[in-house]
């Protein structure tokens, strides 16, 4: 049986490409995102959509991966439009009245806030579907499973889609172009035991391909998995290395930064896509989420 169209629209994120995705699918009257992206980008969303003579308004279904802002900040608005929005349970609370997550960010973001996320709305409650754990979602002659992925965040879904895994965050971040994938590990719930669990639960879907949200859908699934669980090795071992110093966190943050540098410099990449790298996944936050996690996981009791 051939394979369901899948559509990748590039969101444009701070304009520069590969950076942001949502994936579109169709079957009849059913038009299906995985992912809406932020607030910032929705205009290069209507611009995805109507090149493939779609509006916003025609958008049926929004399955977000996790609430993280560059994955869910947009969902809101397109629930005012007409979709029903698809969230993990934990997420959901958050999605009904995000300003703790909008708080939170803030204290992060200061006030680039309006610019990198653009504006998060409520999703109203009758617009909300909170799936459970590999229980098919059907829409249409559409089929999807969500499949609980911690350790990027502990409200993830990956959803397995036909031959298709998107993997959300927690299949790492991977800029066409490329054989070179990065892990993005922010706080506050990075766990990098549970990670691992979540990339064995992808392996055994037997899928064909993977399609993180950074960037893009790959087939070459068992080096990209492989990928991710060196990386989550890695800075295992990075951490093994640098904490018995206690160093402080600015200390901490640029030394990830440098690791991560030399990194790029190894595989060669140019500088825009060191670039697209920082915007989808900035070192100084896996730096933060590692000290949390070395503390809070690691080091607990």
């Known amino acids: 049986?051939?394979?369901?169209?899948?559509?990748?629209?590039?969101?444009?994120?701070?304009?520069?490409?590969?950076?942001?995705?949502?994936?579109?699918?169709?079957?009849g009257d059913a038009v299906v995102l995985i992912e809406s992206g932020p607030g910032s980008t929705l205009s290069a969303l209507e611009a995805g959509l109507a090149k493939e003579g779609l509006s916003p308004r025609d958008v049926t279904h929004v399955l977000l991966t996790h609430i993280h802002l560059d994955h869910a900040g947009a969902a809101g608005w397109l629930a005012r439009q007409g979709a029903k929005i698809y969230v993990h349970p934990i997420?959901?609370?958050?999605?009904?009245?995000?300003?703790?997550?909008?708080?939170?960010?803030?204290?992060?973001?200061?006030?680039?806030?309006?610019?990198?996320?653009?504006?998060?709305?409520?999703?109203?409650?009758?617009?909300?579907?909170?799936?459970?754990?590999?229980?098919a979602i059907v829409i249409g002659n559409l089929e999807f499973i969500p499949l609980n992925t911690p350790?990027?965040?502990?409200?993830?879904?990956?959803?397995?889609?036909?031959?298709?895994?998107?993997?959300?965050?927690?299949?790492g971040v991977r800029i066409p172009g490329y054989q070179y994938l990065r892990v993005p590990m922010p706080p506050p719930e990075l766990h990098i035991e549970r990670w691992h669990e979540s990339i064995t639960h992808i392996r055994g879907q037997?899928?064909?391909?993977?399609a993180p949200t950074h960037f893009g859908i790959f087939d070459d699934i068992e080096w990209h998995l492989r990928e991710v669980e060196k990386g989550l090795d890695s800075a295992s071992r990075w951490l093994e290395e640098v904490m018995p110093a206690a160093p402080a966190v600015e200390e901490l943050r640029q030394s990830f930064t440098d690791w991560m540098m030399k990194e790029g410099e190894r595989i060669g990449l140019d500088a825009d896509t060191v670039k697209v790298y920082e915007l989808a996944n900035p070192p100084g936050m896996s730096a933060d989420g590692l000290l949390r996690y070395w503390k809070k996981v690691k080091n607990a009791g």
């Open 1 to 27: 049986m051939a394979s369901t169209r899948i559509v990748t629209l590039d969101l444009n994120f701070q304009r520069r490409l590969h950076a942001i995705a949502s994936y579109l699918i169709r079957s």
């Open 91 to 135: 997420g959901a609370p958050h999605m009904l009245n995000p300003e703790k997550l909008i708080a939170s960010a803030t204290r992060i973001y200061g006030d680039k806030m309006q610019m990198l996320w653009g504006e998060f709305l409520p999703v109203p409650g009758n617009r909300l579907v909170i799936p459970n754990d590999a229980e």
């Open 151 to 171: 350790g990027h965040a502990e409200h993830h879904f990956s959803y397995l889609f036909e031959d298709v895994i998107f993997s959300g965050d927690v299949g």
């Open 206 to 210: 037997k899928a064909a391909r993977i």
